[in-house]
């Protein structure tokens, strides 16, 4: 069965640092790019970071762009999120999905279930 499981959400003070996990089960995982998405209350999901399948390529939204950076371990079949300098903005569920192929733009056909990250003073 196909399933994401993310950890390691909580509650940060502004600047300060998280790093996200995603497990995977359930499919080849190094055929697949995978992507983080985001959803803030009252917001639309949105794309973070994705990254391809062998890991060489990576992107990532604009409004992350030096602070967050996407990793993968196709051995342990895990991807990661670390956050570096997070901003209230940066508050919202945060969703690993897999990608149709790579790029941020990508048609997604499996989420997890999602971590909340809250970043608050």
């Known amino acids: 069965q196909l399933q994401f499981v993310e950890s390691g959400g909580g509650l940060v003070q502004p600047g300060g640092s998280l790093r996200l996990s995603c497990s995977a089960s359930g499919f080849q995982f190094n055929y697949y790019a995978i992507a983080w998405f985001r959803q803030a209350p009252g917001k639309e999901r949105e794309g973070v970071a994705c990254?391809?399948?062998?890991?060489?390529?990576?992107n990532y939204a604009d409004s992350v762009k030096g602070r967050f950076t996407i990793s993968r371990d196709n051995a342990k079949k895990m991807v990661y999120l670390q956050m570096n300098n997070l901003k209230p903005e940066d508050t919202g569920v945060y969703y690993c999905?897999?990608?149709?192929?790579?790029?941020?733009?990508?048609?997604?056909?499996?989420w997890g279930k999602g971590t909340l990250v809250t970043v608050s003073s």
């Open positions: 999905a897999r990608g149709r192929w790579y790029g941020l733009d990508a048609p997604m056909d499996y």
């Open positions: 990254i391809s399948n062998g890991g060489g390529g990576t």
